[in-house]
């Protein structure tokens, strides 16, 4: 709206000009503070000016590769479980057949061995077939022909049966095949009869301790009982490992072996 007004001089005039000018004033100070508050604020990283950083433009890095399980094998020999796939060393959890993680050994990506250590011994305690899982997955079903024995086990786990069971007694002979290499086949084998001067008398009883690196079916110690029918009745027997075996044969030889023969 226009006002007329006096001057001091009496003169009309407008103040339409001086109105204008007091609004484009006002707002060019507030477009002034919306840029200091926005478009004058520093950059960010790799923004505006910082674009060309050290490694602004880097690729992104690749997502990590699936992990694949192609196998799984038990060497009885070496002692170990071994899984072969890809990426297996991005893995952080490797669970058999329970809740307890397995630490691995010689972990390469194309391949992970398992130690027989007591982990994996609490884990398989029969034959059959165990989950292998990895990272949460269960990646395959692992078939297992025996139990296993945690490789530094020691003492002889048919002790305190055969004290028990023929205690007090001895075979009059014993048979031993001692390994000369570790890991190596290793025996010891006698027969304790009910009758120590007629071994025509029954029941009989058959003792020992094998180790067969490749057969653990075969490493055992046990005794048996043999009746004058042929029936045969397992009284004591325990998957052992090399140590054990080792045991055992001491244990046999100081006490239920009259003599030993190499």
């Known amino acids: 709206m ?21 609004f484009s004033l006002a707002g060019s100070l507030i477009f002034l503070a919306s840029l200091s508050n926005s478009s004058f604020s520093a950059p960010g990283p ?5 674009k060309n950083d050290p490694g602004c433009n880097d690729p992104p890095p690749p997502p990590p590769s699936a992990i694949v399980v192609n196998s799984a094998t038990v060497d009885w ?38 130690p027989f250590d007591t982990d994996v011994a609490n884990a398989v305690t029969d034959k059959g077939n165990y989950q292998l899982n990895i990272d949460g997955t269960d990646v395959l079903s692992l078939f297992v022909k025996s139990q296993i024995i945690a490789s530094d086990a020691t003492g002889c786990p048919c002790e ?4 028990v069971q023929v205690g007090g007694q001895q075979a009059p002979e014993c048979l031993q095949i001692v390994g000369n290499n570790s890991p190596d086949y290793a025996d010891i084998a006698g027969t304790i009869y009910t009758d120590p001067t007629d071994p025509a008398v029954y029941p009989q009883f058959p003792i ?10 075969d490493s055992v110690c046990r ?29 046999l030889t100081n006490t239920y072996c009259a003599t030993v023969v190499p």
């Not at 060393?89 to 391949?111: C, K, N, R």
Request: glycine share 8%; aromatic share 6%.
């Open 46 to 50: 790799c923004q505006g000016p910082n």
């Open 2 to 22: 226009e006002h007329s007004v006096k001057d001091n001089t009496g003169h009309k005039g407008t103040r339409i000009m001086n109105i204008k000018s007091s």
């Open 160 to 163: 305190a049966a055969w004290n």
């Open 208 to 217: 020992g301790a094998s180790f067969n690196p490749n057969s653990p079916v």
């Open 223 to 251: 005794l048996v009982q043999v009746d004058g029918d042929g029936t045969v009745t397992e009284l004591t027997t325990f998957r052992i490992n090399e140590i054990q075996q080792e045991d055992c044969a001491f244990l």
């Open 77 to 114: 020999f070496n002692e170990k479980i071994t899984i072969r796939g890809n990426s297996l060393d991005t893995a952080t959890d490797f669970i058999l057949g329970g809740s307890v993680p397995i630490t691995p050994l010689d972990v390469a990506a194309s391949e992970v061995n398992l």
